[in-house]
Nanobody
Framework: QVQLVESGGGLVQPGGSLTLACAASGLTFSRYVMSWYRQAPGKERGLVASIGGAGRNTNYGDSVKGRFTISRDNDKNTVYLLMNSLKPDDTAVYYC??????????WGQGTQVTVSS
């Protein structure tokens, strides 16, 4: 059974930083593209960042380029999202996704990030 468990969310002031983590189990982690998505109230879920299985290829949404960094540790089956210079518009539930063309997609339960003074 595949499980993705996000952690690290919380309340942070504008300009602050947070690091999210997503621990995966029940899959061959290095074979999956790992992604972070987010969904704010009343808005559609959108891609924040993704990283290839080997960790060499990354992709970012325009609104987070230069502020967020995605990384992964295949030995720990964990993907991270370092978020710097946070803005109120970054407030959302952040979801982790494991994607494979052959095996399909798996989602975590989400973690709330709130940026507010």
């Amino acid at each position: 059974q595949v499980q993705l468990v996000e952690s690290g969310g919380g309340l942070v002031q504008p300009g602050g930083s947070l690091t999210l983590a997503c621990a995966a189990s029940g899959l061959t982690f290095s074979r999956y593209v790992m992604s972070w998505y987010r969904q704010a109230p009343g808005k559609e879920r959108g891609l924040v960042a993704s990283i290839g299985g080997a960790g060499r290829n990354t992709n970012y949404g325009d609104s987070v380029k230069g502020r967020f960094t995605i990384s992964r540790d295949n030995d720990k089956n964990t993907v991270y999202l370092l978020m710097n210079s946070l803005k109120p518009d970054d407030t959302a539930v952040y979801y982790c996704k494991a994607g494979s063309v052959l095996a399909g997609n798996y989602w975590g339960q989400g973690t709330q990030v709130t940026v507010s003074s």
